[in-house]
């Protein structure tokens, strides 16, 4: 099937089959269980939901591989993390990604004595020496470098060390780094994957079965298990991703195109830009640009005389929802971008209008 009508389906009942298209969230915390808990398919909430395996077949279909669903990004990225390093590993992040991700580096992998080497830009092969895991995130967050998933796994698998990929801005549906070689993907739902801006969720995707376990059990025990009603709300959206990520990817172009043409705009970061740096790559290994882009105002007073002027465009942190959204980065810390750096996501408006509403604000903002 077309990747399209393949997302449509994922995890709904077939055409064959009587009754709900998708069944309702179960809301169960323990299920009749009689005798040997083992010859039981359910039997408590912390183990196990019908919701949950519906959105994770979803999902997995999507991947290439089985998903494991968790309450948040940050709860599929410590699982990962929990069951692929011990003491006296080595993990190699890049400088860039998610830094709530390079935080849990200094702070509790350093406490149970696992090194996080933090590695610029294009220096992470010089780094992968003895290193059990390598995590890359591409495109990054905010600043949207793109990083060859196929050429890193390849060198990575021949040290053997393990590749996960944040996949987040780009989602499934643009990019599959286990078709690229990588041996994990997480990702935070709350993003594009669900599309709304309305709830929490994360998960982790791996072809490796004995992982797939392990994440479970790290779950189970860790009590990190996603709500069903929020499971069931993205699992209800899936099916317009493609349509919200088509439109959001053609958006997004056309506003870097535009804010690329503005003199008063000192740099623009989005990989459709021919100028970008990892453009090819970006058009190699995905299937659309995404819906994130950032540009550089430079200072502060700018960049926030810009958010006032806004009429449309929502000030707010995260990305991928239909409701375009811009924050001035800096003011979270733990980035190195100026403090006149913008991070745009553009949503499912008219282009026109969000166009319209960006063009005005930076007007706005010239003379501060």
């Known amino acids: 099937m077309h990747r399209d009508t393949r997302v449509v389906h994922a995890g709904f009942h077939t055409n064959r089959e009587p009754g709900p298209f998708l069944t309702g969230p179960q809301f169960s915390s323990t299920f009749t269980s009689p005798?040997?808990?083992?010859?039981?398919?359910?039997?408590?909430?912390?183990?196990?939901?019908?919701?949950w395996t519906a959105w994770e077949s979803a999902l997995g279909s999507l991947e290439g591989g089985e998903v494991v669903a968790?309450?948040?990004?940050?709860?599929?990225?410590?699982?990962l993390l929990g069951v692929t390093l011990r003491?006296?590993?080595?993990?190699?992040?890049?400088?860039?990604?998610?830094?709530?991700?390079?935080?849990?580096?200094?702070?509790?992998?350093?406490?149970?004595?696992?090194?996080?080497?933090?590695?610029?830009?294009?220096?992470?092969?010089?780094?992968?020496e003895g290193a059990t895991l390598l995590w890359i995130e591409t495109p990054s967050n905010p600043q949207l470098n793109v990083t060859d998933v196929r050429a890193?796994?390849?060198?990575?698998?021949?040290?053997?060390?393990?590749?996960?990929?944040?996949?987040?801005?780009?989602?499934?549906?643009?990019?599959?780094?286990?078709?690229?070689?990588?041996?994990?993907?997480?990702?935070?739902?709350?993003?594009?994957?669900?599309?709304?801006?309305?709830?929490?969720?994360?998960?982790?995707?791996?072809?490796?079965?004995?992982?797939?376990?392990?994440?479970?059990?790290?779950?189970?025990?860790?009590?990190?298990?996603?709500?069903?009603?929020?499971?069931?709300?993205a699992h209800r959206s899936l099916p317009t991703l493609p349509l919200r990520m088509t439109r959001q990817c053609a958006s997004a172009q056309a506003i870097a195109e535009f804010l690329a043409s503005r003199p008063d705009v000192d740099g623009v970061f989005y990989p459709?830009?021919?100028?970008?740096?990892?453009?090819?790559?970006?058009?190699?290994?995905?299937?659309?640009?995404?819906?994130?882009?950032?540009?550089?105002?430079?200072t502060r007073v700018r960049a926030e005389s810009f958010l006032a002027a806004l009429t449309l465009v929502r000030e707010a942190t995260s990305f991928g929802g239909v409701h375009s959204m811009a924050e001035r980065r800096a003011r979270w810390g733990g980035d190195a971008i100026s403090e006149g750096f913008i991070r745009f996501s553009v949503g499912c408006e008219a282009v026109?209008?969000?166009?319209?509403?960006?063009?005005?604000?930076?007007?706005?903002?010239r003379g501060a």
């Open 35 to 51: 005798g040997d808990p083992a010859s039981n398919a359910l039997t408590y909430g912390r183990f196990h939901n019908p919701t």
């Open 70 to 79: 968790y309450a948040s990004g940050m709860a599929a990225v410590s699982a």
């Open 87 to 128: 003491p006296g590993n080595v993990v190699v992040l890049p400088a860039d990604c998610y830094y709530t991700v390079r935080r849990l580096g200094a702070g509790w992998l350093d406490s149970m004595g696992v090194t996080a080497r933090i590695a610029q830009p294009g220096q992470e092969l010089s780094m992968l």
């Open 152 to 233: 890193l796994a390849a060198a990575a698998h021949e040290q053997g060390t393990l590749v996960a990929v944040d996949n987040s801005t780009a989602t499934p549906y643009l990019q599959q780094p286990l078709a690229l070689g990588a041996d994990f993907v997480v990702a935070s739902d709350t993003k594009g994957i669900s599309g709304h801006s309305d709830l929490i969720l994360g998960h982790v995707a791996t072809k490796d079965l004995a992982k797939v376990e392990a994440l479970r059990t790290w779950r189970t025990q860790h009590g990190a298990i996603p709500g069903p009603m929020e499971v069931w709300l």
């Open 272 to 298: 459709g830009l021919p100028q970008h740096p990892g453009h090819a790559v970006a058009r190699a290994q995905m299937q659309g640009f995404g819906s994130v882009l950032s540009f550089d105002l430079r």
């Open 352 to 365: 026109e209008d969000v166009r319209a509403d960006v063009q005005q604000a930076l007007d706005a903002a």
